[in-house]
């Protein structure tokens, strides 16, 4: 019996400090991350109103994004591959 692979999505990887401090510090697929990130963003209130695709940095997401006030989606899960070891 072959032993499946787990994909990139499902690979369990460590946060940065940085990102720690939105997912915690356990180790998590990056599925997870984003999923966790997501409950941050929802939960504080961080997607713009005006444009739902937009996410707005609060201090603990500045330094996770590069210090941008703003990142659409897709920027974030680029951001969020620098956070991940």
């Known amino acids: ?9 499902q ?9 720690a401090a939105v997912v915690g510090s356990a180790q ?13 963003i929802k939960k504080n209130n961080l997607q713009n109103p005006a444009n739902k695709r937009e996410i707005l940095a609060d201090a603990k997401l500045k330094p996770i994004f590069g210090g941008k006030d703003k990142v659409s ?12 070891k």
């Open 28 to 40: 998590l697929s990056r599925g997870e991350v984003v999923s966790k990130m997501w409950e941050y």
């Open 11 to 19: 690979k369990p990887l460590t946060p940065s400090s940085e990102l």
């Open 1 to 9: 019996m072959t032993e499946k692979k787990p994909n990139a999505l």
């Open 73 to 84: 989606m897709f920027e974030m899960n680029k951001h969020l591959a620098g956070h991940l």
